[in-house]
C-alpha cells in the first residue's frame, strides 16, 4: 500500500530511499456528463483514478510513499448545454521509501524463504 501526504515525512517512520520526483499531468473528458452524475460525479471519479495511477505508478518503482504530495492545477472546464466537461490536473511530489521508526527494514519486505526452510530443517 502506498501512502500519499503533504508532508515531508509520514508521522512514526523515516525515509530511507529517494525514489525521485513524481510530476504528472492527467487529462480526462467526457461527453456524458448528465449519466456521470453532473461536473461533481465527473471530478470526483477523476481525482479517485489520479490518485489510483499515482499510488501503481510508485509502487512500481518500489516505493511505499508520496511525500510532499501536492495537486497544483486542477483546471475544469464544462458545457452543460453539450453534456461535455474536460479536466486538467498537475500532480507532484516525492517518491520514497519509508520503515516504521521501530522497524530496521522497509515496510513493503519480504520474507527470506531460504532461511525459513534451514531454520525449520533445523528442528
Known amino acids: 500500500m502506498v501512502k500519499m501526504t503533504p508532508l515531508s515525512f509520514l508521522p512514526g517512520t523515516r525515509n530511507v530511499k529517494y525514489l525521485g520526483i513524481i510530476n504528472m499531468f492527467f487529462i480526462r473528458e467526457t461527453t456524458s456528463l448528465r449519466e456521470e452524475g453532473g461536473v461533481s460525479g465527473f471530478l470526483h471519479s ?3 483514478e489520479v490518485f489510483a495511477m499515482v499510488r501503481a505508478h510508485v509502487a512500481a518503482l518500489g516505493g511505499n510513499a508520496v511525500v510532499s504530495y501536492s495537486m497544483k492545477d486542477c483546471v475544469l472546464m464544462e458545457n452543460p448545454n453539450k453534456n461535455q466537461a474536460q479536466c486538467l490536473i ?3 511530489g ?3 521509501i519509508c520503515v516504521r521508526e521501530t522497524d530496521q527494514e522497509p515496510m513493503t519486505s519480504t520474507t527470506n524463504i531460504g532461511e525459513t526452510c534451514a531454520a525449520e ?3
Open 121 to 123: 530443517g533445523a528442528t
Open 46 to 48: 477523476f481525482i479517485a
Open 90 to 92: 498537475n500532480v507532484s
Open 94 to 96: 516525492d517518491a520514497v
